[in-house]
């Protein structure tokens, strides 16, 4: 297990991780997600013991990176894939890291088989395209057959082929009891691959929970609606009396109507109460990309100049309700979608429970650097700063 309490790093004036606690336990992938920028890398590196924290620690199974006996044989990790020397064959690479850490040599021809990299095991990793660097940084981090995994976005480069191989892998490592600890931005992915997700925003967490509950504390499901295209006024006489009947109605591109604050049940009845024949009435519920996209919006740090000036500012998806809205009529009864919680007042992104200080009780770290931050995206374009210590890999 890893286990993080009060974690902070900070770099000169820049706090890049602001006091996280959270435990990322065994048998299940972990994910780690947050928009760029908002300390993943940091955090990984420091309990890689690659960084040291400005304030409180990180462990794995109990003790600090650099504590751990034999630490290769326990942890593997995969952080740079660009991190090996370019003239140096695949295998060699590979015999290197083993020699260090006395691991026996035919396990390096393991891995290279289970990488699927066997038959350009000696050719230089130079040569190398973005998807073969990223399956060597991959046997590199089961090459100590390690219990604790941590992959930073392992399936950039990776065609379809690699991503889902990547998938079955790190689903296949967890169901072998070890803790898989996994970032990536690509949502899809995330959602078939990890169980339980950890997110940051700004260095802080704003979500430690299962992907399940995450999505359905962060989504606006909705109801879709057809009524027969042949005839629209059935259509507007509908949207009428949802309307009255207290929902909230959206028309989509494809004719069909967005229904939001109504169970289903009730949609029916007000359809068949107005007269009115539905040719479709089904339920829908937000992906984890859209979920994510509502947690994080006040946390962004990097947007595009264009995106601001046409006040694209993180859009909710169409037909989100209104979050201050009051309590709707038919809340309580099965089937009605809920509109996802509001943020919590003053603060710059919704805080998870029990926050700052975390669930584990974390130390101290000052004061909040986040805290006197304006609570909604930037109105400036910010500073073009590319920052990261390994971008050319992503
Ligand atoms: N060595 C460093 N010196 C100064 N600032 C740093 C350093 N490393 C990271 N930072 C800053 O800390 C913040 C967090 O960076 P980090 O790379 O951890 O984010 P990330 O979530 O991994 O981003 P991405 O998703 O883009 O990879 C950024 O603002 C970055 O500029």
């Known amino acids: 297990m890893i286990e993080a309490v009060g974690l ?19 048998g299940t992938v972990t994910g780690f997600l947050g928009p760029n920028g908002s300390g993943k890398s940091t955090t990984m590196r420091m309990i890689l013991g690659l960084d040291n924290p400005s304030a409180g620690h990180v ?32 295998r060699n690479h590979l015999l290197c890291l083993a020699q260090l ?40 981090a089961l090459l100590g057959d390690p219990q604790v995994l941590l992959f930073d976005e392992p399936v950039n480069g990776l065609d ?38 950890i997110v ?43 309307t009255e009947a207290g929902g909230q109605v959206l028309p989509e591109q494809d004719g069909a109507l967005r229904v939001t604050g109504l169970p289903l049940p009730r949609i029916s009845d007000v359809a068949h109460g107005a007269s009115v024949r539905l040719w479709e009435l089904s339920p829908h519920q937000a992906s984890l990309e859209e979920a994510y996209m509502r947690m994080t919006q006040g946390a962004v740090d990097y947007r595009s100049t264009i995106d601001q000036r046409a006040g694209l500012q993180q859009q909710l998806p169409a037909g989100a309700p209104d979050q201050f809205a009051p309590p709707m009529p038919g809340q309580d009864q099965p ?60």
Do not use: C
């Not at 089937?335 to 700052?356: C, D, N, T």
């Open 335 to 394: 089937g009605w979608y809920a509109p996802p919680p509001p943020q919590q007042g003053g603060q710059p992104f919704g805080m998870p429970q029990g926050a700052p200080g975390g669930p584990y009780g974390g130390a101290p770290a000052g004061p909040n650097p986040y805290a006197q931050q304006a609570p909604a995206a930037p109105a400036q374009a910010p500073a073009p700063t590319p920052h990261t210590d390994n971008e050319d890999s992503r």
């Open 200 to 242: 940051i925003g700004r260095g802080q967490l704003l979500a430690d929970m299962s992907v399940k509950d995450f999505i359905s504390a962060n989504s606006a499901d909705f109801a879709r609606v057809r009524t027969p295209d042949t005839d629209p006024q059935q259509r507007e006489k509908l949207t009428a009396a949802l």
């Open 59 to 90: 462990t794995i199974a109990g003790h600090p990176y650099r504590k751990l006996p034999n630490a290769p044989r326990h942890v593997g990790a995969l952080l740079d894939a660009k991190a090996v020397h370019g003239g140096r064959h695949a």
């Open 101 to 140: 850490s006395g691991i026996p040599a035919r396990r390096v021809d393991e891995v290279l088989g289970v990488v699927g990299l066997q038959d350009v095991a000696k050719k230089r990793s130079k040569g190398f395209s973005l998807g073969m660097g990223q399956r060597l940084g991959i046997a590199s």
């Open 160 to 197: 379809p082929e690699g991503i889902l191989w990547v998938r079955n892998l790190m689903k296949q490592l967890a169901a072998e009891g070890r803790t898989v600890f996994v970032s990536s931005h690509l949502m899809s992915e995330m959602a078939l691959t990890a169980e339980h997700l």
């Open 8 to 26: 902070t790093k900070r770099y000169g004036a820049k706090t890049a991780v602001y006091n996280l606690s959270f435990q990322v336990r065994p």
